[in-house]
């Protein structure tokens, strides 16, 4: 399977109009497989299943936000989403994937635009083989959330979506 992109944008009269009124998600190499990808370690919740979520959560912020949700098997293809939506967005959300141990690219990428942005892991890469303990993401964002599965790509928005109503944005 190729990239894949979806944009859970709502049809909601005045949501999905301003510069800052979306979520970047982005997820890297592989988890389009989500769902039947080793479900042992990953769960058998879909991408797009993790993607509707969010999208409900973000439309229920106040102000409402919309989730632009992009997927890539290409570290490339995230690199340029990074350099194209990441500066408008109100933060950042990334699974890199496999990406997440050895992307300088990606990781230059974040530190570039400079929005706030969390890792996310479904499982707890800590805990798994060795040359899963190390991010090179990590030092770049303001958090990482590993091991929560799905509730962790939730938590992540909750977190964006609280510190949006306290400092404007973060930005
Ligand atoms: C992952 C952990 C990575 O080590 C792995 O390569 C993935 C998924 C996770 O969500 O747990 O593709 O990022």
Redesign the pocket.
């Given at each position: 399977m190729s990239a894949q992109y979806g944009s859970f944008v709502t049809n909601e009269p005045g949501v999905g109009q301003l510069e800052g009124d979306y979520v970047l998600v982005l997820n890297?190499?592989?988890?389009n497989l989500l769902g039947t990808r080793e479900p042992s370690?990953?769960g058998r919740t879909t991408l797009a299943e993790i993607a509707a979520e969010l999208a409900t959560v973000a439309l229920s912020a106040d102000p409402p936000l919309r989730i632009e949700h992009v997927q890539s098997n290409h570290e490339g293809h995230l690199v340029d989403t990074i350099q194209t939506l990441g500066p408008g967005s109100a933060g950042i959300i990334i699974?890199?994937?496999?990406?997440?141990?050895y992307s300088i690219a990606l990781r230059d990428a974040l530190a570039a635009v400079g929005i706030s942005t969390i890792e996310?892991?479904?499982?707890?890469?800590h805990a798994?083989e060795e040359f899963?303990h190390h991010s090179v993401i990590a030092p770049v964002v303001l958090g990482q959330i590993?091991?929560l599965g799905p509730d962790?790509y939730r938590l992540a928005l909750q977190h964006l979506i609280a510190s949006r109503l306290s400092d404007g944005g973060n930005r």
């Amino acid at each position: 399977m190729s990239a894949q992109y979806g944009s859970f944008v709502t049809n909601e009269p005045g949501v999905g109009q301003l510069e800052g009124d979306y979520v970047l998600v982005l997820n890297g190499p592989n988890l389009n497989l989500l769902g039947t990808r080793e479900p042992s370690v990953y769960g058998r919740t879909t991408l797009a299943e993790i993607a509707a979520e969010l999208a409900t959560v973000a439309l229920s912020a106040d102000p409402p936000l919309r989730i632009e949700h992009v997927q890539s098997n290409h570290e490339g293809h995230l690199v340029d989403t990074i350099q194209t939506l990441g500066p408008g967005s109100a933060g950042i959300i990334i699974n890199p994937g496999a990406l997440t141990h050895y992307s300088i690219a990606l990781r230059d990428a974040l530190a570039a635009v400079g929005i706030s942005t969390i890792e996310v892991h479904l499982s707890n890469i800590h805990a798994r083989e060795e040359f899963r303990h190390h991010s090179v993401i990590a030092p770049v964002v303001l958090g990482q959330i590993a091991g929560l599965g799905p509730d962790g790509y939730r938590l992540a928005l909750q977190h964006l979506i609280a510190s949006r109503l306290s400092d404007g944005g973060n930005r």
